[in-house]
């Protein structure tokens, strides 16, 4: 339990600051910073008659956002893994909110899940993709790598289930939570003949490789929604006490839960990017930015890289064809 492990496991969830400029201009300068949280950055909305859909909800950031979303007014259907945990969360939340079923890393269970959506609505305001795993030993699911399946391919297949109730929103909003862990990623960016996790498992590497893909699916939908009015845009939430680290060594989530006590974002703070990219006036019609503390931020250049971006989408598309 030494410096180098604190350090270490800060890396994999992208703690450091950033030194990048950002690119998307057009975004407005706000009063919000890393102290805000999603109560400050929503103040004053009102969502009534708005439908969002919420991934990850019984738990850390995604039960804030839904807690938000719906105290503003909106309607969340909420996602978790297990029936009684995605009741139990809806439950507690003040406004509405209705669970749905999710396992991302089952396409079957995904395409469940964006049926019964439709099923309750034919529109759809704000979907935010927030689910996450972090892993620390090697796992494979449907012959792929298990982060790449669960935090991006799962995620790829909803929102494209789910793509036409998002166009028929008059302002249909993509939110997808990616990480400034996408710098851990392989140097060369994805690694596409190599998805079934086949070179040396590092937990840090694989973890950012499926943020990576986060980051590049939400540029490539922002340019295929370009000419509508839905925009897509990806976000880092800061590193934030959340269950995330639960798959890890009981001494390291133990560690990461204490030192974010003292160090690390609240889960309050953590949503707080979500649900101003998810709400914002000022962002009406900005599409394919990154954000961080609620300001725009340039990511690492892979994930700026407009071909990659539409290849990982190819890529993607042939491996959830079956289930588009």
């Known amino acids: 339990m030494n410096r180098r492990e604190i350090l270490k496991l800060g890396a994999v969830l992208g703690v ?6 950002a690119e998307c201009e057009n975004v407005p300068n706000n009063v919000f910073d890393a102290d805000s949280t999603a109560e400050d950055v929503t103040r004053d909305l009102d ?16 039960y804030e956002t839904m807690r938000v979303l719906a105290q503003r007014g909106a309607h969340v259907l909420g996602t978790a893994r297990s029936a009684e ?22 396409f079957d269970s995904v395409v469940a899940c964006a ?7 034919d529109s759809i305001d704000i979907l935010v993709c927030n689910a996450g795993v972090l892993l620390n030993e090697f796992q494979q699911v449907r012959g792929l790598e298990m982060h ?5 391919l799962g995620h790829f ?23 400034r862990a996408h710098r851990s990623a392989p140097a060369d960016g994805i690694q596409f003949n190599r998805l079934d996790g086949g070179w040396p498992y590092d937990r840090q590497e694989f973890y950012g490789h499926s943020k990576l893909a986060n980051g590049l699916f939400s540029l490539e939908l922002a340019r295929r929604l370009d000419g509508t009015s839905a925009t ?9 006490v959340t269950d995330i680290a639960r798959n890890l060594p009981a001494w390291q989530d133990a560690l990461f839960r204490f030192a974010g006590s003292l160090f690390l974002k609240s889960v309050e703070e953590g949503a707080a990017t979500t649900c101003y990219v998810a709400t914002s006036p000022d962002l009406e019609g900005v599409s394919g930015c990154y954000f961080s503390d609620c300001k725009p931020e340039t990511p690492e250049p892979n ?5 990659m971006a539409r290849r990982l989408w190819d890529v993607s598309e042939e491996l959830t064809r079956a289930y588009l």
């Open 16 to 21: 450091g600051p950033s030194l990048a400029r």
């Open 47 to 62: 969502l009534s008659g708005k439908t969002a859909l919420v991934t990850g909800v019984n738990t850390g950031i995604g």
């Open 85 to 106: 945990k995605g009741r139990l969360a809806c439950d507690s939340v003040s406004g509405q909110a209705t669970p749905l079923l999710l396992e991302l890393s089952d």
């Open 115 to 121: 049926s019964s959506a439709k099923a309750i609505t």
């Open 148 to 152: 790449f399946v669960v935090n991006h």
């Open 157 to 179: 297949l909803l929102v494209n289930r789910l793509l036409s109730e998002v166009l028929a929103a008059p302002a249909g909003r993509v939110v997808v939570v990616a990480s």
């Open 232 to 240: 897509s845009n990806s976000l880092h939430p800061g590193v934030v």
């Open 303 to 307: 994930m700026r890289d407009p071909e």
